[in-house]
């Protein structure tokens, strides 16, 4: 099966607030955008920044999507300052003959979304009870400014993503497989995939998507 993949343009973000804007826009706007027409589109606005985007109106997926992000946040705390990527892939379920390393059913991506963010912590105290440091706020008229200009050029990526995803499912479409025959589904099966804790569970995890797609995974 031909799986394509999509590498979204690398954005800057601030920890931890700017995570949850960005991926929650980005996330909801492809599963919307390959959505199987059973939805409720809903708005959404961004506190951010002057964008609006479109959500499925799916409670599990919701659920799903910030499950994920909660998860991908613990993982920067614990990874401060490094690139990384979310993987958001589509997939479909075939029933094949049970051998020693394989199960009765696999999973065969057909179209795989790389988003790669480059993280940043702001300055922040030590003296904190939560488990989570308390922001620095940076006085002064130019800290202000900088940072105006860096969350104006930040929306201006994050416009650049949508588009480059409304492109993307625009012009890719001929690998997409039939609507599965299942009553009320909103969305293809799919998986979201974050940075593993270890490097080794990380490299099993590409390995098993090797075998599965028939092609690597190419990462940025």
């Known amino acids: 099966m031909n799986c394509e993949v ?3 343009k690398e954005l800057e973000v601030h ?34 920044f002057e ?9 599990e997926i919701e659920k799903k999507i910030d499950e994920k992000i909660e998860q991908f946040i613990s993982w920067v705390e614990k990874h401060p300052n490094k690139k990384s990527q979310i993987c958001l892939s589509f997939y479909e379920v075939k029933n094949k003959q049970a051998s020693w390393f394989t199960n009765k059913t696999e999973r065969l991506y057909w179209e795989q979304w790389y988003i790669n963010l480059n993280v940043s912590h702001p300055p ?3 003296s904190s009870k939560s488990h989570r440091s ?3 706020v940076e006085p002064g008229e130019n800290a202000l400014e ?30 997409v497989p039939p609507i599965p025959n299942q009553g009320g589904v909103v969305s293809y099966p799919y ?6 804790s270890s490097e080794s569970a990380f490299g099993i995890d590409m390995l098993k998507r090797m075998l599965q797609t028939g092609q690597p995974a190419m990462l940025s």
Request: aromatic fraction near 8%.
């Open 6 to 8: 999509c590498h979204l």
């Open 146 to 175: 900088e940072r105006s200009a860096r969350r104006a050029a930040l929306e201006a990526s994050l416009l650049e993503v949508l588009f480059q995803i409304i492109k993307f499912v625009n012009e890719k479409k001929d690998h």
């Open 134 to 136: 308390k922001v620095v």
């Open 191 to 196: 998986e979201i995939t974050i940075p593993s």
């Open 124 to 126: 922040r105290t030590h």
């Open 15 to 48: 920890f931890e607030f700017e995570i949850q804007e960005v991926l929650r826009c980005i996330l909801h706007t492809i599963l919307f955008h390959r959505a199987l027409g059973l939805v409720r589109p809903k708005d959404a606005d961004l506190e951010l």
């Open 51 to 59: 964008i609006t985007y479109v959500q499925c109106g799916d409670f």
